[in-house]
């Protein structure tokens, strides 16, 4: 069966630190990925998403970069956070080409900037 | 723009039958989402609706109608653990999503 996982789940930042979130998905290949922001009272926020290996898109312009290393691997970085980057992110995946093609999500990871 | 209108909270009796709007506007339409997200959790699947007409699935039902730009979800013989927010999202002509902003359904005793 497919897994997803991203860590951490609870980080308190530092305005100006830097971030790293990971997200791992196991038990299938060449997944469609996408990193979302979720804020209290407002819908989903795409941030990224990607078809493959190194392909990145990005849907929102902002100080937030995203990675795809390996086919099932994707990381959220920033270099410098700000106080506007804290929420709750979610790394989601889904099978690429299908009808339905419902997102499967990871258990999320709250950041707070301080 | 493209806008999905839910209501922001809802309260019903376990037991009860409750039925959660959704209306949607975009650019095209390819099919329509709710996902249920436990506080602090990630959100679920829960439906897909892309034809006219009602989809059940157990306890849960989602009805669309696309000349109208609307959709409900429809839960039946509510439990206390039915207590959550639901997501509506529609897949636009470019087949990205476009998120509401949730429904908190609040089950009573």
């Known amino acids: 069966s497919q897994t997803i996982h991203q860590w951490p789940a609870t980080l308190v930042q530092p305005v100006g630190s830097p971030l790293s979130l990971e997200c791992t998905v196991e038990g299938t290949s060449n997944p469609n990925l996408y990193w979302y922001r979720q804020a209290a009272g407002r819908g989903l926020q795409l941030l990224f998403y990607s078809v493959g290996i190194g392909q990145i898109s990005s849907e929102v312009p902002q100080n937030l970069s995203a990675s795809r290393p390996q086919d099932r691997q994707f990381i959220l970085s920033s270099k410098k956070l700000l106080l506007s980057d804290s929420g709750f992110y979610l790394c989601a995946w889904s099978v690429p080409g299908q009808e339905v093609g419902e997102l499967f999500f990871g258990e999320g990871s709250r950041l707070t900037v301080l | 723009g493209q806008n999905i209108d839910q209501p922001t909270e809802m309260t019903a009796t376990e037991g009860a039958i409750v039925q959660i709007n959704c209306t949607y506007q975009t650019s095209g339409f390819n099919g329509l989402f709710w996902y249920q997200q436990h506080a602090g959790e990630a959100p679920t699947f829960l439906s897909y609706?892309?034809l006219d007409g009602l989809e059940e699935k157990g306890r849960f039902s989602s009805f669309l109608s696309r000349s109208k730009g609307y959709s409900y979800l429809l839960l039946k013989e509510l439990q206390m653990k039915d207590s959550a927010s639901y997501l509506c999202a529609v897949r636009d002509s470019n087949y990205q999503l476009i998120w509401g902003a949730g429904t908190k359904l609040i089950i009573k005793p």
């Open positions: 609706n892309v």
